[in-house]
């Protein structure tokens, strides 16, 4: 079973709180989610590997740690994720970004990917896909099913608010990836919103309502 990692550092649960209201704007809602994204980021790659290496200060020469194994790959899944792109690119600035799309057909109901544009060394990479918010877990689902499918095999989920459902979906369809996520909430409503949640997160980053 993945692991599932809940941030719950106090600067990440206030923000997350004025993210909530309803009647925090877009501008403010977007630098909300761009800064969670960033502290998120901290805890998501904390357990990257490091290797020693030679530094000369002005100084002394001393042995300093850089980054080794994995490259990180950022994928939003669009549109909602596209917000938390600056957050972790202002923490890896290097990091590469893939987009996936996915829409919902209306007779399956099933998520289908309708845009998918990766790094080409993807499978390479350690990959971590954004979404603020993990409700029924179906696009996160389908977008990691696409990712496996072209040789993906190091896989950790970023997201803001969880609920219970989408987590217990994504660790059944997917036990070796891990899940970061800000806050667990209650429950889905029947329209598969999270509650108490935030509301539609693409809409509020966006402004379309
Ligand atoms: N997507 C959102 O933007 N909000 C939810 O509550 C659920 C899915």
Redesign the pocket.
């Known amino acids: 079973m993945g692991k599932l990692v809940v941030t719950d550092h106090p600067l990440i649960q206030h923000k997350l709180t004025i993210l909530r209201k309803k009647d925090t704007s877009s501008m403010e809602f977007r630098n909300l989610v761009t800064e969670i994204a960033s502290l998120m980021c901290y805890e998501v790659t904390r357990d990257l590997e490091l290797r020693d290496i030679e530094v000369e200060t002005p100084l002394a020469k001393c042995t300093g740690k850089e980054i080794s194994g994995k490259k990180i790959g950022f994928v939003p899944i669009l549109r909602?994720g596209l917000g938390m792109v600056d957050g972790v690119l202002n923490i890896i600035p290097g990091a590469r970004v893939g987009h996936i799309g996915m829409y919902r057909d209306p007779e399956t109901l099933k998520p289908v990917s309708y845009y998918c544009k990766l790094p080409k060394d993807v499978s390479e990479r350690l990959i971590i896909p954004l979404d603020?918010?993990l409700?029924t877990g179906g696009t996160l689902i389908a977008a990691i099913d696409e990712l496996k499918s072209l040789g993906v095999t190091s896989i950790r989920t970023l997201n803001i608010?969880a609920?219970p459902e989408g987590i217990e979906a994504v660790q059944k369809a997917h036990p070796d990836v891990d899940i970061y996520v800000a806050c667990v909430d209650e429950k889905?409503n029947e329209d598969?919103?999270?509650v108490p949640?935030?509301?539609?997160?693409?809409?509020r980053l966006f402004g379309t309502k």
């Open positions: 909602a603020p918010m409700a608010i609920a889905l598969a919103y999270i949640g935030l509301g539609d997160a693409g809409d």
